[in-house]
């Protein structure tokens, strides 16, 4: 079965400070990786995604992924943080039957961001 | 406009009396599935549905059930809700179940704040 791994569970920056958030997977075949963001009392937002082609993979508000097969990670960057991108972020991984068309939906416990103004 | 419409968005309700959260899309989507949020452990799926009639456990499915009788329409029951089971609910639909399919995005209902006393 799949797995899903982000180490961090909380990660404090500045405002304008880089940011990364790391994720990586367990599973034995292609994965298809995401990104999603979740802002306290509201659903889940997707960020970006990663199905096949380009390993650099650009989001919306200005995230970025790369997803590196021998490490098994899609770490999540942007390179100027606003306040406004404090939240909680989750990774997940699709995988499954695809001859069977049916998948799971994975999920990391997710990382909790906080922005210093 | 896409949407994943879950109802109620909160309620406390006590041990043992059956309750119902439905969920709607008017995507015309095939998949559909529940997940709960708790803290410090992620979104974990409980069930998934592949279309009409079809419905598979994901990895939290017990004192759970579902049913998929209509494509827009896949409501979570509890038949006997204990205080476990106190949690975020959220539901999800996509398109098809196959990864990797081209614009096969997974849309997030706003989520559903369950207390069981």
């Known amino acids: 079965a799949q797995s899903v791994t982000q180490p961090d569970i909380h990660i404090t920056v500045s405002e304008g400070a880089s940011l990364e958030l790391r994720c990586n997977y367990s599973?034995?075949?292609?994965?298809?990786l995401f990104w999603y963001v979740q802002s306290p009392g509201q659903g889940l937002q997707l960020l970006l995604k990663y199905f096949s082609g380009d390993t650099l993979v650009q989001g919306i508000k200005g995230f970025e992924a790369e997803f590196k097969r021998s490490q098994s990670s899609f770490n999540l960057r942007k390179p100027s943080v606003h306040w406004s991108d404090a939240a909680e972020y989750f990774c997940?991984?699709?995988?499954?039957?695809?001859?069977?068309?049916?998948?799971?939906?994975?999920f990391g416990k997710g990382t909790k961001l906080s922005v210093i103004p | 406009e896409a949407q994943v419409t879950q109802n109620p968005r909160y309620l406390i309700t006590v041990t043992g009396k059956k309750l119902t959260v439905t969920c709607s899309q008017n995507?015309?989507?095939?998949?559909m599935s529940w997940y709960r949020q708790d803290p410090g452990l992620g979104l974990r799926q409980i069930y998934y549905?592949?279309?009409?009639?079809?419905?598979d456990k994901g990895d939290v499915p017990e004192g759970y059930k579902v049913s998929r009788k209509e494509k827009r329409n896949f409501p979570l029951i509890l038949e006997s809700p204990s205080p476990n089971q106190t949690s975020l609910y959220f539901c999800?639909?996509?398109?098809?179940?196959?990864?990797?399919?081209?614009?096969?995005?997974?849309?997030f209902g706003e989520g559903s704040w369950l207390t069981v006393v």
């Open positions: 997940a991984v699709a995988a499954g039957d695809s001859g069977a068309g049916s998948y799971q939906l994975t």
């Open positions: 995507m015309n989507h095939e998949y």
């Open positions: 599973y034995g075949a292609t994965p298809y």
């Open positions: 549905s592949m279309n009409v009639e079809v419905t």
């Open positions: 999800a639909s996509s398109r098809w179940g196959l990864q990797g399919a081209a614009g096969n995005t997974i849309y």
